[in-house]
């Protein structure tokens, strides 16, 4: 304990002041005495962003740790390098990066609030997201404005240390909370069993005729076994509820810590007294419940989180690059767009790219859960964590590093988790409730039991705090969220938000693209009828779909090895084709019949050609590009038609083959020659109505109606565009997998209401029978550890096929 003659202790860190220090800094009245120069930068640089509020939150149970040296702040610059940044910065749309940080020493909401609002006060910072469970930050910036070194500074600057995420570091992240817990637990429970022992001796009359010596010697042995559980088991629970009320409001911690507490001081006082009574074994044994629950749902997370990062722990370090002298061996790292690898038999491709060789067998079962290896050909992409089946490959690099598909599908699992739904919120609202409820009950109760006998008023106070403290209410909604997000991934499905838990339940109309999305997306080209000499319209057509993603455009491009250049920029028209000016002054148009018809009228005469090539003199070219119906195509619609979903055919090809595709799928709705403005009015027009919209497509033009769509879907080959504005990737590649988010979405909902009512429904019974003393407060904390495992195990049912 600190005399009265003690200095005070450093206002920033907590620790103690060295002889001959005399720095001070000012907050909230008179000058406050820090240890040194650099807490008393740290200081400052909080005051003066207006983050004051972090000294009314931090943890005073744990002292601040020492600020990273000035000298290691100049190396973070290094961060800063191109080349540094391909490990961990994915490029985003609009020249905006985003990162993925681990921070070290976070260890509360408190810290997260601090964090937050740090960078996001920070010009260039556009978002800032904690992720508890995880400790790792999700944060988007302008590199024009503010680079990754001065944010880690900032962050340094209020005591926090943060590097780029590195999926081993976040295994021995997870391995020292895990070790913590069991610490703890296993102090609780062997602590537990003898405090036990020695209470069926005073309370079941297994040792009889006690004196007071007797009976004083085992309430200070139970005291010698209680205290650190109290000191050390409990800590996380006064932790939590300091916390809580530092930010002025209430979370379940706050009953735990005060029976707790209450309840150790008053059997202090007996045993120091030599009369009353003790409930050591009452709390140690809620402790060691309670730290049950608390591990058991940290396993919970851990599993859908490892999911996700587990994926990039088995991605190869090195990659065996061409060079002109042969191959080279080369970290992972260092490659570049356009570099050729060669990937062996056996070994994992370590960057997403264009396959060179004429054929490749791929095992993409870590992206979409798939193990049937899939065919590739030469020029199709192909994406790293892939696995070559047969003989050696050649692949031109696309992307690397942190733009690889696969990383973007960690990226996208840590926002998913990091998210919380409406569901979650109502709920963390109704425990904030639902803590002040139990707080004034449990002083009611206090008093009438005071008044009546006074001998039980405590331990009955105490039951009614565990036994009502809501742990398996805050459960509820985290466990479920979490298990439907790891089932979905299994199975190939990648969620990026919540938005499918809160639209399914009134989901009423999906609206499907017709290429890509209803068919497989491999076009060929059927029949052809060239106005002009063959091989200048080959070069032509090749030439302009160069600047092309649609899918039609792929067996065009293949029409010339030798495609003719064009200087000048090609201009796109969403939805109808491509057109070019060259610098001879001709026009030309290769699209839809209905876009080349605004210069040759006859062009939308002949249905069945459905590309067309003209100059403005004349028509060049028509082609008929056919696409198959996917294999699972018919049975999904017969499934969504079968539970009452209106499915709608939404589509920018002819209206001839339109109405065929929907004839094929037993589809009543369809629109076809459909603009994108239009689909986007559709969409638009079904909201209006009070329907709530699915929109699934996989089109460049489909970006827009996807983002406008109450949940929008799409797929892992779908254009960079509708893969960023949709709300769900499907990895596996299967349309049916519409279906498994249906049911897993709405089977989380039911899990989540059973979990609801179950925790709702035991704390409000298990209520008036605590208050009436009918149970003691162990029974109390078995009962409510007891709830929580229930809500748990029930949540782990998701995890299940």
Same mark, same amino acid.
């Given at each position: 304990?600190?005399?009265?003659?003690?200095?005070?202790?450093?206002?920033?860190?907590?620790?103690?002041?060295?002889?001959?220090?005399?720095?001070?800094?000012?907050?909230?009245?008179?000058?406050?005495?820090?240890?040194?120069?650099?807490?008393?930068?740290?200081?400052?640089?909080?005051?003066?962003?207006?983050?004051?509020?972090?000294?009314?939150?931090?943890?005073?149970?744990?002292?601040?740790?020492?600020?990273?040296?000035?000298?290691?702040?100049?190396?973070?610059?290094?961060?800063?390098?191109?080349?540094?940044?391909?490990?961990?910065?994915?490029?985003?749309?609009?020249?905006?990066?985003?990162?993925?940080?681990?921070?070290?020493?976070?260890?509360?909401?408190?810290?997260?609030?601090?964090?937050?609002?740090?960078?996001?006060?920070?010009?260039?910072?556009?978002?800032?997201?904690?992720?508890?469970?995880?400790?790792?930050?999700?944060?988007?910036?302008?590199?024009?404005?503010?680079?990754?070194?001065?944010?880690?500074?900032?962050?340094?600057?209020?005591?926090?240390?943060?590097?780029?995420?590195?999926?081993?570091?976040?295994?021995?992240?997870?391995?020292?909370?895990?070790?913590?817990?069991?610490?703890?637990?296993?102090?609780?429970?062997?602590?537990?069993?003898?405090?036990?022992?020695?209470?069926?001796?005073?309370?079941?009359?297994?040792?009889?005729?006690?004196?007071?010596?007797?009976?004083?010697?085992?309430?200070?042995?139970?005291?010698?076994?209680?205290?650190?559980?109290?000191?050390?088991?409990?800590?996380?629970?006064?932790?939590?509820?300091?916390?809580?009320?530092?930010?002025?409001?209430?979370?379940?911690? &706050?009953?735990? %810590? *005060?029976?707790?507490?209450? $309840?150790?001081?008053?059997? @202090?006082? #007996?045993?120091? /007294?030599?009369?009353?009574?003790?409930?050591?074994?009452?709390?140690?044994?809620?402790?060691?419940?309670?730290?049950?629950?608390?591990?058991?749902?940290?396993?919970?997370?851990?599993?859908?989180?490892?999911?996700?990062?587990?994926?990039?722990?088995?991605?190869?370090?090195?990659?065996?690059?061409?060079?002109?002298?042969?191959?080279?061996?080369?970290?992972?790292?260092?490659?570049?767009?356009?570099?050729?690898?060669?990937?062996?038999?056996?070994?994992?491709?370590?960057?997403?790219?264009?396959?060179?060789?004429?054929?490749?067998?791929?095992?993409?079962?870590?992206?979409?859960?798939?193990?049937?290896?899939?065919?590739?050909?030469?020029?199709?992409?192909? &994406?790293?964590? %892939? *696995?070559?089946?047969?003989? $050696?490959?050649?692949?031109? @690099?696309? #992307?690397?590093? /942190?733009?690889?598909?696969?990383?973007?599908?960690?990226?996208?699992?840590?926002?998913?988790?990091?998210?919380?739904?409406?569901?979650?919120?109502?709920?963390?609202?109704?425990?904030?409730?639902?803590?002040?409820?139990?707080?004034?009950?449990?002083?009611?109760?206090?008093?009438?039991?005071?008044?009546?006998?006074?001998?039980?008023?405590?331990?009955?106070?105490?039951?009614?705090?565990?036994?009502?403290?809501?742990?398996?209410?805050?459960?509820?909604?985290?466990?479920?969220?979490?298990?439907?997000?790891?089932?979905?991934?299994?199975?190939?499905?990648?969620?990026?938000?919540?938005?499918?838990?809160?639209?399914?339940?009134?989901?009423?109309?999906?609206?499907?693209?017709?290429?890509?999305?209803?068919?497989?997306?491999?076009?060929?080209?059927?029949?052809?009828?060239?106005?002009?000499?063959?091989?200048?319209?080959?070069?032509?057509?090749?030439?302009?779909?160069?600047?092309?993603?649609?899918?039609?455009?792929?067996?065009?491009?293949?029409?010339?090895?030798?495609?003719?250049?064009?200087?000048?920029?090609?201009?796109?028209?969403?939805?109808?084709?491509?057109?070019?000016?060259?610098?001879?002054?001709?026009?030309?148009?290769?699209?839809?019949?209905?876009?080349?018809?605004?210069?040759?009228?006859?062009?939308?005469?002949?249905?069945?050609?459905?590309?067309?090539?003209?100059?403005?003199?004349?028509?060049?070219?028509?082609?008929?590009?056919?696409?198959?119906?996917?294999?699972?195509?018919?049975?999904?619609?017969?499934?969504?038609?079968?539970?009452?979903?209106?499915?709608?055919?939404?589509?920018?090809?002819?209206?001839?083959?339109?109405?065929?595709?929907?004839?094929?799928?037993?589809?009543?709705?369809?629109?076809?020659?459909?603009?994108?403005?239009?689909?986007?009015?559709?969409?638009?027009?079904?909201?209006?109505?009070?329907?709530?919209?699915?929109?699934?497509?996989?089109?460049?033009?489909?970006?827009?109606?996807?983002?406008?769509?109450?949940?929008?879907?799409?797929?892992?080959?779908?254009?960079?565009?509708?893969?960023?504005?949709?709300?769900?990737?499907?990895?596996?590649?299967?349309?049916?997998?519409?279906?498994?988010?249906?049911?897993?979405?709405?089977?989380?909902?039911?899990?989540?209401?059973?979990?609801?009512?179950?925790?709702?429904?035991?704390?409000?019974?298990?209520?008036?029978?605590?208050?009436?003393?009918?149970?003691?407060?162990?029974?109390?904390?078995?009962?409510?550890?007891?709830?929580?495992?229930?809500?748990?195990?029930?949540?782990?049912?998701?995890?299940?096929?």
């Amino acid at each position: 304990m600190t005399e009265k003659n003690d200095p005070k202790p450093c206002f920033h860190c907590l620790q103690p002041i060295p002889k001959g220090v005399d720095l001070t800094v000012t907050f909230d009245g008179p000058p406050q005495p820090v240890c040194c120069a650099g807490c008393q930068a740290v200081a400052e640089t909080i005051i003066e962003h207006g983050l004051s509020a972090y000294y009314k939150h931090r943890d005073l149970d744990k002292p601040q740790q020492t600020p990273i040296l000035p000298d290691e702040l100049k190396n973070l610059e290094v961060y800063d390098h191109p080349d540094v940044q391909k490990e961990f910065v994915r490029e985003l749309e609009g020249d905006l990066q985003q990162a993925a940080l681990t921070i070290s020493n976070i260890t509360c909401s408190a810290c997260a609030w601090l964090i937050e609002r740090e960078l996001q006060a920070t010009p260039g910072v556009t978002k800032a997201i904690v992720n508890l469970s995880s400790q790792r930050l999700q944060v988007t910036w302008d590199p024009r404005q503010v680079g990754i070194s001065d944010m880690i500074k900032r962050l340094a600057a209020i005591g926090y240390q943060a590097r780029p995420f590195q999926p081993n570091q976040q295994e021995q992240q997870f391995s020292r909370q895990r070790k913590g817990f069991i610490r703890r637990l296993g102090l609780a429970g062997l602590a537990t069993m003898q405090v036990m022992m020695l209470a069926f001796a005073l309370y079941f009359g297994v040792v009889s005729d006690l004196d007071d010596t007797t009976r004083q010697y085992i309430w200070s042995v139970s005291l010698i076994f209680a205290t650190p559980v109290i000191l050390y088991s409990a800590q996380p629970f006064y932790i939590g509820a300091l916390r809580a009320l530092q930010a002025k409001t209430l979370n379940m911690d &706050v009953p735990v %810590s *005060i029976a707790l507490l209450g $309840a150790y001081a008053a059997s @202090v006082y #007996a045993v120091t /007294q030599g009369s009353g009574e003790v409930y050591f074994e009452s709390i140690s044994m809620f402790t060691f419940f309670l730290l049950s629950g608390r591990y058991l749902e940290l396993l919970a997370k851990e599993k859908a989180l490892r999911f996700a990062t587990n994926r990039l722990t088995l991605m190869p370090q090195l990659a065996q690059r061409e060079t002109s002298d042969g191959l080279e061996s080369v970290a992972v790292k260092q490659l570049h767009v356009g570099d050729v690898i060669v990937v062996n038999p056996g070994d994992t491709l370590a960057a997403d790219g264009q396959l060179l060789s004429d054929e490749a067998w791929l095992d993409e079962s870590l992206l979409s859960g798939e193990s049937v290896p899939n065919r590739k050909i030469k020029g199709q992409t192909v &994406v790293a964590g %892939s *696995i070559n089946q047969q003989s $050696a490959i050649r692949i031109r @690099v696309t #992307a690397a590093a /942190q733009q690889t598909v696969l990383a973007g599908i960690v990226a996208m699992q840590d926002s998913a988790l990091a998210e919380k739904p409406k569901v979650q919120q109502v709920i963390d609202k109704v425990a904030s409730y639902f803590v002040s409820s139990i707080l004034v009950i449990a002083t009611l109760t206090f008093l009438v039991w005071w008044w009546i006998e006074p001998e039980h008023a405590l331990w009955v106070t105490l039951a009614v705090l565990v036994a009502t403290c809501p742990c398996a209410l805050s459960l509820a909604a985290p466990t479920a969220i979490t298990g439907t997000i790891h089932r979905l991934n299994r199975k190939g499905i990648l969620v990026k938000g919540s938005q499918v838990l809160e639209s399914v339940k009134q989901l009423d109309v999906i609206c499907f693209d017709k290429t890509g999305t209803l068919t497989e997306g491999k076009f060929s080209i059927t029949e052809r009828r060239d106005f002009i000499e063959p091989e200048q319209i080959n070069q032509l057509v090749a030439g302009m779909e160069v600047y092309s993603e649609h899918p039609l455009a792929l067996p065009l491009k293949q029409l010339s090895a030798i495609p003719r250049p064009f200087k000048e920029q090609v201009r796109m028209v969403a939805g109808s084709g491509l057109e070019v000016v060259t610098e001879q002054g001709e026009h030309y148009r290769l699209g839809s019949p209905g876009f080349i018809a605004e210069w040759h009228p006859q062009a939308a005469a002949e249905t069945r050609f459905n590309v067309v090539l003209a100059s403005k003199q004349q028509l060049l070219a028509q082609f008929t590009i056919e696409d198959n119906l996917r294999d699972d195509a018919k049975q999904t619609l017969d499934t969504l038609q079968r539970q009452g979903i209106r499915t709608l055919l939404v589509s920018g090809d002819d209206n001839g083959r339109v109405a065929a595709t929907a004839s094929q799928l037993n589809m009543t709705e369809y629109y076809g020659e459909y603009k994108p403005q239009q689909k986007l009015d559709l969409i638009k027009s079904l909201q209006q109505s009070g329907n709530t919209v699915w929109m699934i497509g996989d089109g460049l033009n489909d970006g827009p109606v996807l983002a406008q769509a109450h949940l929008s879907m799409t797929f892992a080959n779908a254009s960079d565009l509708a893969k960023t504005a949709a709300d769900v990737v499907i990895l596996s590649d299967q349309l049916n997998s519409v279906e498994e988010v249906i049911r897993s979405a709405r089977k989380s909902r039911v899990i989540m209401r059973q979990n609801f009512t179950w925790a709702v429904a035991y704390n409000v019974s298990i209520l008036p029978v605590a208050a009436l003393g009918i149970i003691a407060p162990w029974v109390a904390a078995l009962g409510m550890s007891l709830s929580s495992l229930l809500v748990i195990a029930n949540s782990l049912r998701l995890y299940r096929e």
